[in-house]
């Protein structure tokens, strides 16, 4: 039976990808800052065919409970075979322009604190010498645009610690998966007019996301178009990319 | 996505709803009165699988609750599961029947939520061996702009109980559902297929057969006449004794746009149905096949509404008493053929004497028609009208859920119940269908 952390537990992404572990009767933690819907979904997860399911309450942003929320989950499952990190907000991009507090707060939530997490499993995982860890990044963090560009830099920040990460623990067969979802139909995303062809749910994305996993992946764009969409946004030269609102 | 556009499964009448979705059970009641102060009234909507007006709001916003879609219990041991009301039957069975459990009743398509299935009251093949689907609800939570958060059983706020029970989603909102389920010995059904050769047989066939089979029903071609008027293929089965449990991912396509007219009418319409009669017909016997083929034939091809173009289509469905059925059915399949249109293939169902807990459930014993009609504003309306008379007539009644057209006067005399519901309705709760049939 797999032995699944994963932060951020009650995100619609993440309950997806559990829903689906649970069919495979996999143990699984979850951590997270709602105490009740953690619960919910944990409760979702038993009826599903999940094996254990333990909570822990965490405010990824309290970097002090990063250790004991790990040592909790060890505790519980023993050893860790895949870790989702699937925690964050989307930035109120014009508050944060206003206020730089918001735009450090940010930054924390989705970049710092996730880099923190990983510095710590990196250690669990280097020394299980086993293991995937598969971290929810964003096509925002493939450009700089204006729209979004706070939440932008969390996520490349975060996508360059994948990378450098996966590399160390190749050695110790150890997989890093970044996942880069587009638009997907969430509650992060409720109140954004997003145009409806490119909009995927979370049950797409978690399929996708739990197939790469299973194959080894380093990286992913989910929905798939995503990745064309990008290269050609990736490839528009710099004197262009400024004069056009994304 | 705030911009979701929803519409019933008819898209008729043409409303699309705006829809706020609701992820968690908490807060449930804070956002019933937001939405109250900001639109003034709003409607739980479910799956949209309720053909005509009764899931649009007056107001056009409706709570979307398909995110309410956890799991909260199950006991295997006693089948008692409990669920929150945006969970479709479709996900309660991907669970259950590997573990033995099988929804009690089960309407047609299994793309209904929890909630929608309680606020209908549906019915299935097996009335008249196990009733509606509120028979079979334990329990249920049921959230009030009012702030107030009650418990809904047969043995706790009965009144509450009964008024959502069929209650058009008008009493609050369903939180969760605790059902009852029904234990089998396989994931497959024994199917015996009969042909009959018009509405004689097939009322003699089901008084006969019925009361031995856990299923029974019939599909009718309702565009043949003369001698053959009401001939179709009598479908009984059971569920295996043995086999393996197994819940079957059918193969799904998709309509993928719909056309700007309707590729249904009559010429397709008497090709097809004599078509499917006469395959039928060649292959009546013995069958046995998965659960799915049998009760949701037509969840095989997702969005098969579209079929019938952008101006979408208006099911007919109704019961008349057993006395009446057969004069009823008679006069009621002439006056389509009368009219030149005419349905896919017809729905016919004895319904058995198993009262509902609920005020304003549909079924009564007798027998029960389902028919689809293009839209044609003109051409329904003049034939709607003809056939409420004659349902009137023969005592019967119209099914709210697949209603887009009766009126308030035929509503309110066969469901003299309504004033009851309307007295514990949320007052931040109004569909069109409960503006249109007693509000005015």
């Known amino acids: ?246 | 996505m705030s911009a979701s556009k929803l519409l019933s499964w008819g898209h008729y009448p043409y409303a699309p709803q705006a829809g706020h979705p609701l992820a968690w059970r908490e807060g449930i009641q804070a956002t019933l009165r937001e939405m109250g102060e900001r639109f003034g009234t709003t409607l739980p909507f479910g799956n949209g699988r309720s053909y005509g007006d009764s899931c649009l709001a007056a107001t056009d916003h409706v709570l979307s609750l398909r995110g309410l879609n956890r799991f909260i219990s199950a006991d295997w041991t006693t089948g008692v599961l409990r669920a929150e009301a945006g969970v479709t039957l479709g996900e309660v069975l991907a669970v259950a029947v590997p573990r033995g459990w099988m929804l009690a009743v089960t309407p047609g398509t299994q793309f209904v939520t929890l909630g929608g299935a309680l606020a209908n009251d549906v019915h299935g093949k097996n009335h008249h061996v196990r009733g509606t689907f509120g028979r079979h609800v334990r329990r249920f939570s049921l959230l009030r702009s009012d702030g107030a958060s009650h418990e809904c059983a047969p043995d706790e706020n009965l009144e509450l109980f009964r008024a959502s029970i069929g209650g058009l989603g008008l009493t609050g909102i369903i939180g969760w559902v605790e059902i009852q389920l029904m234990p089998v010995r396989s994931s497959r059904l024994t199917v015996h297929s009969r042909a009959f050769g018009n509405l004689d047989e097939f009322l003699a066939l089901s008084r006969e057969l019925d009361p031995q089979h856990e299923y029974g029903v019939a599909w009718i071609d309702c565009l043949a006449g003369g001698a053959a008027l009401g001939r179709g293929i009598y479908l009984s089965a059971d569920h295996a004794v043995d086999g393996e449990f197994a819940s079957h991912p059918k193969r799904v396509r998709t309509v993928p746009f719909a056309l700007p007219w309707s590729p249904v009418n009559r010429v397709t319409l008497k090709a097809f149905n004599a078509f499917y009669y006469r395959r039928q017909a060649a292959r009546a016997g013995r069958a046995e096949v998965d659960y799915a083929s049998y009760f949701y034939p037509l969840d095989g091809l997702l969005e098969w509404n579209r079929m019938y173009g952008r101006r979408g289509f208006q099911q007919y469905q109704f019961v008349v008493p057993e006395a009446a059925a057969r004069d009823a059915l008679h006069a009621f399949l002439r006056a389509i053929g009368a009219a030149g249109t005419g349905s896919f293939l017809a729905v016919l169902k004895r319904c058995g004497e198993l009262s509902s807990p609920g005020l304003l459930s549909f079924p009564m014993p007798g027998i029960s028609l389902a028919l689809d009609f293009p839209q044609h504003e003109a051409k329904n309306q003049a034939l709607f009208s003809r056939l409420d008379a004659i349902v009137r007539d023969a005592g019967g009644r119209l099914y709210p859920a697949k209603d887009a057209h009766m009126s308030g006067a035929d509503f309110r005399a066969a469901y003299p119940a309504w004033q009851a519901l309307e007295q514990l309705r949320d007052p931040a709760l109004m569909s069109r269908f409960w503006q249109r049939t007693t509000q005015q």
């Open chain 1, 1 to 246: 039976m797999k032995n699944i952390l994963i932060i951020g537990g009650s995100s619609a992404i993440a309950a997806a990808c559990a829903r689906e572990w649970a069919g495979e009767h996999a143990n699984l933690f979850l951590a997270g800052r709602h105490e009740t819907r953690l619960d919910a979904v944990a409760q979702d997860l038993r009826v599903r065919g999940a094996g254990q399911v333990g909570t822990y309450v965490l405010d990824v942003n309290d970097y002090p409970q990063h250790r004991p929320m790990l040592d909790a989950c060890l505790a519980e499952l023993g050893r860790i075979d895949i870790v989702l990190l699937a925690h964050g907000t989307l930035s109120d991009q014009s508050a944060c322009e206003r206020d730089p507090a918001a735009t450090v707060r940010e930054i924390s939530t989705n970049a710092l604190s996730t880099i923190a997490l990983l510095t710590l499993l990196a250690g669990t995982f280097e020394a299980q010498k086993s293991g995937s860890i598969a971290v929810i990044s964003s096509v925002a963090g493939d450009r700089g645009r204006p729209s979004n560009y706070v939440y932008g830099t969390a996520k490349a920040a975060v996508t360059t610690f994948c990378e450098g990460l996966r590399a160390r623990l190749f050695k110790f067969n150890v997989k890093v998966l970044t996942v880069k979802p587009g638009f997907v139909d969430t509650p992060m995303t409720a109140g954004l007019a997003l145009p409806a062809p490119l909009v995927a749910t979370p049950e797409r994305v978690a399929a996708d996301i739990v197939r790469a996993i299973e194959r080894g992946k380093d990286s992913i764009y989910t929905p798939w178009f995503w990745a064309q969409i990008m290269l050609v946004i990736r490839s528009l030269p710099g004197f262009v990319f400024k004069r056009i609102s994304l």
